[in-house]
């Protein structure tokens, strides 16, 4: 798929590269870009109108301490938030104004689905885009509309796919192009060199969060990841680049 195309391991940068910027914002995706980042993985959330919002919680609390849901206020109202020198921005224009970055989108929102699809069919981008969620019933929903995009497995899905992989049984993959993944989940390891073959063998890319220790990162590669989610994406370029 075109999502997936050029060179691995892919570094995502986690909501952009935060370090100078608050968290899903322009200058932190503008920052990412600059320093090098093909791939930005980022949240969407709806407002009080029903436009996917780029944002990672439902809430207003830890980024803007605000006592108020997302969804309490409208897109144009968030866009005048302040969270810390910049304010909201809109799944469509972040789509538009990075026209050559590749977004993994992670629905947090059952609201945010209608305008998700809307604002990657109008900047078309069908092509740079994967869309996923932790919820199956969302992630089904969000690419109903969407055929030919990219998506990864919701937790639920992974845990299936998980065990059937160390049964070394097949298991099904509607719609799963990846699995993006902790390297463990309660002390046990999902990222071995050998699960790594059996994941590979079913077609599917495997990208690990959210790693930003340097050590950890080379680890990850010299293991044969597909991609490595992080808050410093330029750690991540370093280190694969070394």
């Known amino acids: 798929m075109a999502f997936f195309g050029g060179p691995r391991p892919r570094v995502f940068a986690h909501r952009g ?3 100078n910027y608050p968290e899903n914002s322009r ?3 503008r920052a990412a870009v600059d320093a090098g980042v093909t791939y930005i993985e980022t949240d969407v ?3 009080r109108d029903g436009i996917a919002m780029i944002c990672h919680d439902l809430d207003l609390d830890r980024v803007a301490g605000i006592r108020a849901a997302v969804g309490d206020l409208s897109a144009a109202e968030l866009a005048k ?3 810390g020198g910049e304010g909201f921005i809109t799944l469509r224009q972040a ?7 590749r977004f993994n989108i992670d629905v947090k929102d059952p609201r945010a689905i209608a ?3 809307a604002s990657i069919r109008d900047a078309s981008a069908p092509d740079r885009v994967l869309v996923s969620s932790f919820s199956a019933a969302r992630r089904r929903a969000a690419l109903a509309d969407l055929p030919g995009v990219a998506s990864s497995a919701s937790s639920t899905e992974f845990v299936r796919i998980f065990a059937a992989v160390r049964l070394g049984l097949t298991p099904p993959l509607p719609r799963i192009q990846a699995l993006q993944i902790p390297s463990s989940v309660n002390g046990i390891p999902t990222v071995t060199r050998a699960l790594l073959e059996r994941y590979h063998r079913l077609g599917l890319e495997v990208h690990v969060w959210t790693i930003n220790d340097e050590s950890e990162i ?3 590669v010299e293991l044969g990841v597909d991609g490595i989610v992080s808050d ?6 370093r280190a694969i680049a070394s």
């Open 95 to 101: 789509l538009v104004e990075f026209p050559t970055t």
């Open 218 to 220: 080379r680890r990850l």
């Open 27 to 29: 200058g932190a995706f």
């Open 232 to 237: 410093r994406a330029d750690i991540a370029l």
């Open 115 to 117: 305008d998700v699809t």
């Open 81 to 83: 938030v302040d969270l």
């Open 17 to 19: 590269l935060h370090t």
């Open 45 to 47: 959330v709806a407002s």
